[in-house]
């Protein structure tokens, strides 16, 4: 940890603007107040980049865009389907306000929510290495992105105080074999679900939800796919699993698009 904050520290100094790379699943959950804080104390610009918009409905988009224009400009950006890259690009220029000289541009934010390849969508071409495993870029990385803007990519940064594996579970931070309650984390993910988007999770696993809790949901989906133990018992643990696999590739929202 000590060490990712030194990089950070030392990319915010280097940068003439930073790119925040937040989920627009879960905006305000990655983003990082403590540098957001510090950006502002020091004066430099930034730009919230809500990225994976492809995942959430316009609606829940515009209400998270008008939360953060308090702090900071924001732009939708889906690296998956390549949209908003070119208004990031022209965004970037116009925040930075930099004349005669390539823009130095630091890019943070949370693991896996798509800061390399936010990059690689504004460059147009695949130049920072991306992966889909979590923590996959190890130090800072150049990325000449054309049209005077030079990116300066870095590994991922948590808070101080970011121990919460169902958050982690939720972002994709630790996928579903490296969760230690895989079951408590399904039933946040149900939570979420069934307050934003019920019909969407019904249709997908062909149940009906009423006012049933998370854990009898999560009985139900167990139940439609079959997944039993010895005697009939729901497999409550197999049926997690899959919830967290169909969330984490954003398979829970494809019939909402």
């Known amino acids: 940890m000590a060490s990712q ?15 925040e790379v937040v989920d ?15 950006l502002k104390r020091i004066k430099k610009p930034f730009i919230i980049v809500l990225n994976k918009c492809d995942l959430v409905s316009k609606e829940k988009l515009e209400k998270a865009k008008s939360r953060m224009a308090k702090t900071a400009p924001a732009v939708f950006v889906s690296s998956k389907q390549r949209f908003g890259t070119t208004m990031l690009r022209h965004k970037i220029l116009e925040v930075a306000d930099i004349q005669g000289r390539n823009i130095t541009v630091g890019c943070i934010g949370y693991p896996n929510t798509g800061k390399s390849s936010v990059i690689n969508g504004v460059a147009g071409r695949g130049k920072a290495s991306t992966s889909a495993i979590s923590g996959h870029t190890k130090g800072v990385q150049i990325v000449n992105a054309g049209s005077r803007i030079v ?9 101080l105080d970011e121990h919460d594996e169902y958050i982690q579970g939720l972002l994709g931070v630790k996928d579903s074999t490296h969760l230690k309650d895989p079951i408590g984390v399904a039933m946040k993910i149900i939570e979420r ?5 019920k019909e969407i999770l019904e249709s997908f696993y062909k149940v009906k939800i009423t006012d049933e809790n998370s854990y009898d949901i999560l009985e139900m989906i167990g139940t439609q796919c079959n997944f039993l133990k010895k005697k009939g018992a729901i497999d409550e643990t197999r ?6 696999n169909d969330w984490q590739k954003g398979a829970l ?3 909402e698009l």
Do not use: Q, W, Y
């Open 193 to 197: 679900m069934v307050e934003d988007n």
């Open 239 to 244: 049926a997690a699993i899959r919830i967290i």
């Open 253 to 255: 929202l494809e019939e």
């Open 24 to 38: 627009a699943r879960f905006p305000d959950d990655t983003r990082n107040s403590e540098i957001e804080r510090e």
């Open 5 to 19: 904050k030194m990089i950070v520290k030392d990319v915010i100094k280097k940068a003439d603007i930073l790119l």
């Open 151 to 159: 990116f300066l990519d870095t590994p991922g940064v948590f808070p």
